[in-house]
């Protein structure tokens, strides 16, 4: 991923880790439509295919586009303190946790277009909530790898001031594996 994303700010890539098959479809569609081509790194597991809670219905295939930032459908915005920014699987396993019901204060929002940064809809994300306090990253690599170190600058410069900004994952590790 640091390497894709590395390339990308070379040149012009675009880099996505999409959660549903309407977003992959409406993302190869985009691409397809494109005039000047330019390479797309998708970053899907194969997990995702198996998942039951990442479905779409016909509808979203028809009758919507790609959105490169996702916000948690279902939640009470007047509510939110807390805002859980993530890419790709790690979305299912927070909202799908168990406690998930019992925690109002909290909605998870997903990036689903990492490169070129969707800095506008990222902000139209944070807007909706009126009473938001922090904004957290959370992935499941560790703190110097993924998608954080790409992410955390562009999420420094666009969030307001009276935010505060945090990190959720594992610590830094030489190695990605857990040995």
């Given at each position: 991923?640091?390497?894709?994303?590395?390339?990308?700010?070379e040149?012009?890539?675009?880099?996505?880790?999409?959660?549903?098959?309407?977003?992959?479809?409406?993302?190869?569609?985009?691409?397809?439509?494109?005039?000047?081509?330019?390479p797309?790194?998708?970053?899907?597991?194969?997990?995702?295919?198996?998942?039951?809670?990442?479905?779409?219905?016909?509808?979203?295939?028809?009758?919507?586009?790609?959105?490169?930032?996702?916000?948690?459908?279902?939640?009470?915005?007047?509510?939110?303190?807390?805002?859980?920014?993530?890419?790709?699987?790690?979305?299912?396993?927070?909202?799908?946790?168990?406690k998930?019901?019992?925690?109002?204060?909290?909605?998870?929002?997903?990036?689903e277009?990492?490169?070129?940064?969707?800095?506008?809809?990222?902000?139209?994300?944070?807007?909706r909530?009126?009473?938001?306090?922090?904004?957290?990253?959370?992935?499941?690599?560790?703190?110097?790898?993924?998608?954080?170190?790409?992410?955390?600058?562009r999420?420094?410069?666009?969030?307001?001031?009276?935010?505060?900004?945090?990190?959720?994952?594992?610590?830094?590790?030489a190695?990605?594996?857990?040995?």
């Open positions: 991923l640091e390497r894709f994303l590395q390339l990308a700010a040149g012009n890539i675009r880099v996505a880790n999409l959660t549903t098959p309407a977003q992959y479809f409406h993302m190869l569609r985009r691409q397809a439509l494109i005039e000047k081509q330019r797309l790194v998708i970053m899907t597991p194969k997990s995702l295919l198996r998942l039951p809670q990442a479905t779409n219905r016909i509808e979203h295939l028809s009758d919507t586009q790609f959105y490169p930032v996702l916000g948690e459908p279902r939640v009470d915005e007047a509510k939110i303190e807390r805002l859980a920014l993530c890419t790709g699987k790690i979305y299912y396993d927070l909202v799908g946790h168990a998930r019901p019992e925690v109002d204060r909290l909605a998870v929002g997903r990036i277009l990492l490169y070129p940064f969707p800095e506008r809809e990222a902000l139209e994300l944070i807007e909530y009126p009473n938001l306090k922090e904004v957290v990253w959370v992935q499941e690599e560790p703190r110097n790898m993924g998608a954080r170190a790409h992410m955390f600058p999420l420094m410069q666009i969030l307001p001031e009276q935010l505060e900004f945090g990190y959720i994952g594992r610590p830094e590790r190695s990605s594996g857990e040995g």
